[in-house]
């Protein structure tokens, strides 16, 4: 007797419902890293390098005044706008659920950064500590993400793009693009601030950009568990009916 593998509706429904309920949790570790690095003072991340260059710009009005998340927000959108451009008919119209996953990833940033207002890094060993602790979340958070098989991320997605355009192995455009993202964070140091900024590309950034990349080959052959609980179908409706069942049990009726 065979078994049929195909979902109803309803399956479907809950199946991408928390697919993505796992992908805004993967996100979020994301984020949180990305934070870390900020506050550790020796160098953001690749991803922000630009959008926190751009943004402590603003807040002593040499550019628009927008927040970290805010300008990475604006860089995800020109990232999708990219691919567009670069793939013109090939681009499949999907895709601008990346501009839905660009925000959130934004929003998340200026979530975090308010969250962790409180820390501050006055030595060189809470920096060092700050910085390790945000590309490890980090590293967590990409590789939970990439697992979740969903939306590409608009950092991922334009070198993605490149390579199907130019025959360029992925690895080598996403190392490209990576240098050319922290190129311009240095440009635009020089050019709002007159110097390098070691708090914006530092050694923290060439830690993170080694770092993570290792952790995440070190974690893969341990996320079955990810997978199975990916592959989990949450029964809502069964455990709400439950629920009820014993509120009523607890307080019946006279």
Same mark, same amino acid.
């Given at each position: 007797?065979?078994?049929?593998?195909?979902?109803?509706?309803?399956?479907?429904?809950?199946?991408?419902?928390?697919?993505?309920? %796992?992908?805004?949790?993967?996100?979020?570790?994301?984020?949180?890293?990305?934070?870390?690095?900020?506050?550790?003072?020796?160098?953001?991340? =690749?991803?922000?390098?630009?959008?926190?260059?751009?943004?402590?710009?603003?807040?002593?009005? %040499?550019?628009?005044?927008?927040?970290?998340?805010?300008?990475?927000?604006?860089?995800?959108? =020109?990232?999708?706008?990219?691919?567009?451009?670069?793939?013109?008919?090939?681009?499949?119209?999907?895709?601008?659920?990346?501009?839905?996953?660009?925000?959130?990833?934004? !929003?998340?940033?200026?979530?975090?950064?308010?969250?962790?207002?409180?820390?501050?890094?006055?030595?060189?060993?809470?920096?060092?500590?700050?910085?390790?602790?945000?590309?490890?979340?980090?590293?967590?958070?990409?590789?939970?993400?990439?697992?979740?098989?969903?939306?590409?991320?608009?950092?991922?997605?334009?070198?993605?793009?490149?390579?199907?355009?130019?025959?360029?192995?992925?690895?080598?455009?996403?190392?490209?693009?990576?240098? =050319?993202?922290? =190129?311009?964070?240095?440009?635009?140091?020089?050019?709002?601030?007159?110097? !390098?900024?070691?708090?914006?590309?530092?050694?923290?950034?060439?830690?993170?950009?080694?770092?993570?990349?290792?952790?995440?080959?070190?974690?893969?052959?341990?996320?079955? !568990?990810?997978?199975?609980?990916?592959?989990?179908?949450?029964?809502?409706?069964?455990?709400?009916?439950?629920?009820?069942?014993?509120?009523?049990?607890?307080?019946?009726?006279?």
């Amino acid at each position: 007797m065979e078994v049929s593998t195909t979902l109803s509706r309803k399956e479907a429904v809950l199946s991408f419902v928390w697919q993505h309920a %796992l992908l805004l949790v993967s996100i979020y570790l994301m984020t949180l890293g990305v934070v870390l690095c900020i506050k550790s003072d020796l160098g953001s991340s =690749v991803i922000s390098s630009l959008p926190l260059s751009l943004s402590i710009a603003g807040a002593r009005g %040499l550019a628009p005044a927008l927040t970290v998340g805010g300008y990475t927000i604006v860089m995800n959108f =020109v990232l999708v706008g990219l691919q567009i451009a670069v793939l013109r008919s090939r681009f499949n119209p999907m895709q601008l659920s990346q501009l839905v996953i660009g925000f959130v990833f934004g !929003w998340l940033i200026d979530i975090n950064m308010m969250l962790t207002d409180w820390l501050e890094c006055a030595t060189v060993i809470s920096r060092i500590a700050t910085q390790f602790a945000g590309c490890a979340v980090m590293g967590v958070g990409i590789a939970l993400e990439v697992r979740c098989g969903s939306v590409t991320m608009p950092g991922e997605g334009f070198p993605v793009a490149l390579s199907r355009v130019t025959g360029v192995a992925f690895p080598r455009v996403k190392i490209v693009v990576d240098t =050319v993202l922290v =190129v311009l964070a240095v440009v635009s140091s020089y050019l709002f601030f007159g110097r !390098w900024a070691w708090n914006i590309v530092g050694p923290g950034t060439l830690f993170a950009m080694i770092f993570v990349g290792l952790e995440i080959k070190l974690l893969n052959p341990y996320l079955g !568990w990810f997978d199975r609980l990916l592959s989990y179908r949450p029964g809502f409706r069964r455990y709400i009916v439950g629920l009820a069942r014993f509120i009523y049990r607890r307080n019946p009726r006279d």
